[in-house]
């Protein structure tokens, strides 16, 4: 549905994307997972036919993004990172307005219209003014927007950010529903996010590629190495040799005070037991032990530096 | 409806929501009618003293006493009021990233500018016919020629189009309003003075150039009612060529 091929983005000199490529297929949610700056909208903008690469081919639904731009905005319903709204218009004028510019048939629209607003959410503000909205409304509208002329393709650019706790869960539930009459890609700098809702998920760090993979797969991956903290009452000089000696303790460093320790561990192997036994034995005072969760920055790390850094397999 | 009345009807939405357009039409009509109302008070002193004078009937030319002074002033109204009016077509749907929208629709570069410029034509035209109340009025009272009141009209909405067309662009180049406001301004006020160097350096190439660039003698001529093909020619092309470079600021900004 979706076929990328060595796609690579200048500005002036800064080099935005270098040299991407990736497929997906009909029906797939995959994630664009990466810091701020990775390159995440760059990629959706081209993708969208915003805005065409410096050099690479960019093909949906067997269309070219370049050739046949038209086709291509047909098919595709974007939300950018900043939802597109007229602030003075109300959300049904607004979504008329969208209707006709996506070119629906003005006999659908009405229908459209109504299946969207119930979908979203939105019944209960059609009438008001986008401009008087709370951030989790706008957001809506926005996927709203993005929604309601039935494309095949959704590129959705961080759909969650700005949504409390319930809404994200809304969000997520509704993006999960259109998975299989849509193929979706959505960007997040969340982990959870990408592993909870996609089927796939692309990480690109630095304008590059770093790594394709199954939300499982990836895990098993990034659990080579865990990491857990433990905090004790008392600082004890010799505890930090003893925790050398449990199996399967890959590196053991201080923490952020005389009585924390960072331990690195090999993956599979859960040590919390013997580290309790141990640390209880030893008569310290445990005071918390826990695993660390893993931060978008220790996943560069991890794959990075295991193979496969340049892209798909 | 099509592509560009989509745009075109959702731009007068916009537009008559905001207050920036009752603010601009008020101010605007505030200042014709004042001068307005000058004008004729000049013209019946005027009259006054010429019966004084002559101790007769006299018979004063309107066209000349009122409404040349008039339109000639109008013009430089609208040279500072219809920036107001196009600094939001492009740089507002920059700032809000609603240009992300339109540029991703199925629905060309061209239906965009194209719309964009009619809502504010249309707007515009609004507000001159609004200002049609004062010959309208007049007839009342005097008699007057009202073919150069036509051809001065005319001459007003041609002259108000390319100044629109001229601020269309300018709001193509920047995400902020003031800045497109400002530019605007700029570009309508170079061409002006243009006129001006064009009658300094005189009767020689250069300065006939200069003279054509500017809108000074094309609208001068048509608001002393003489109707020349040149003028409505140099009208048409400037709007054509200020539209042909809005559309090409639109299309730049997705390649940077």
Redesign the interface.
């Known amino acids: 549905m979706i076929d990328v091929q060595h796609v690579t983005k200048r500005?002036g000199n800064m080099t935005a994307l270098d040299d991407i490529s990736f497929s997906i297929n009909k029906g797939e949610i995959v994630a664009f997972l990466g810091p701020n700056g990775a390159g995440k909208t760059t990629t959706m903008?081209i993708l969208?036919?915003?805005?065409?690469p410096t050099m690479g081919t960019v093909r949906i639904a067997d269309f070219d993004c370049l050739e046949t731009p038209?086709e291509v905005?047909?098919r595709?319903g974007?939300l950018?990172?900043?939802?597109?709204?007229?602030?003075?218009?109300t959300v049904k004028?607004y979504l008329t307005?969208?209707g006709?510019?996506?070119?629906l048939h003005?006999e659908q629209l009405p229908e459209r219209m109504d299946m969207i607003i119930a979908q979203t959410g939105l019944a209960d503000v059609r009438g008001r003014v986008i401009g008087h909205l709370s951030r989790g409304y706008r957001q809506r509208v926005g996927l709203a927007?993005a929604l309601l002329h039935n494309p095949p393709v959704l590129i959705l650019d961080e759909p969650t950010t700005g949504l409390d706790p319930n809404q994200i869960i809304e969000i997520r539930d509704l993006i999960k529903n259109l998975a299989g009459s849509h193929t979706i890609i959505l960007s997040t700098h969340m982990l959870a996010e990408a592993t909870a809702i996609c089927q796939r998920v692309i990480i690109i760090h630095r304008g590059r590629i770093v790594a394709v993979d199954t939300p499982e797969q990836l895990g098993a991956k990034l659990r080579e190495s865990e990491t857990l903290s433990l905090t004790v009452k008392e600082s004890d000089p010799q505890l930090l040799d003893a925790l050398h000696h449990i199996p399967g303790v890959i590196r053991v460093s201080p923490g952020s005070t005389p009585q924390t320790y960072v331990l690195e561990t090999q993956m599979g192997r859960d040590i919390r037991e013997e580290l309790t036994k141990l640390v209880v034995s030893r008569n310290v005072g445990l005071l918390e032990l826990k695993t660390q969760p893993l931060t978008l920055e220790d996943v560069f790390k991890v794959l990075t530096k295991t193979d496969n850094p340049s892209g798909p397999p | 409806m099509t592509p560009v009345q989509t745009i075109v009807a959702k731009e007068l939405r916009s537009f008559f929501v905001s207050p920036v357009v009752y603010v601009i039409a008020a101010i605007f009509l505030a200042i014709v009618g004042l001068l307005a109302y000058w004008a004729v008070a000049n013209a019946s002193n005027q009259a006054l003293r010429l019966m004084q004078i002559q101790n007769t009937y006299a018979q004063l030319n309107l066209n000349d006493m009122l409404f040349r002074p008039l339109f000639r002033s109008m013009n430089l109204i609208l040279m500072i009021i219809l920036p107001l009016l196009t600094m939001r077509l492009f740089a507002e749907e920059r700032k809000l990233r609603t240009f992300e929208l339109l540029l991703t629709s199925p629905i060309g570069v061209n239906e965009i500018v194209s719309g964009k410029f009619m809502s504010v034509l249309m707007v515009y035209a609004g507000l001159l016919s609004l200002t049609g109340l004062i010959p309208i009025t007049l007839s009342a009272y005097a008699t007057f020629d009202w073919r150069p009141i036509y051809l001065g009209y005319m001459a007003l909405f041609l002259q108000g189009s390319l100044m629109l067309a001229i601020g269309l662009f300018a709001s193509a180049l920047t995400e902020n309003q003031i800045i497109a406001a400002f530019l605007s301004f700029g570009f309508i006020l170079g061409l002006w003075m243009l006129g001006a160097l064009g009658t300094v350096v005189g009767d020689t190439t250069i300065g006939q150039i200069l003279s054509y660039v500017s809108f000074t003698e094309h609208y001068e001529r048509m608001i002393r009612g003489l109707l020349n093909l040149k003028d409505i020619f140099y009208y048409l092309s400037g709007i054509a060529f200020m539209w042909f470079a809005a559309h090409q600021a639109v299309d730049a900004y997705r390649w940077k």
């Open positions: 500005y903008r969208t036919g915003f805005m065409p038209w905005k047909k595709i974007y950018p990172e900043t939802p597109p709204l007229y602030l003075e218009l004028e307005f969208v006709r510019i996506k070119r003005p927007q």
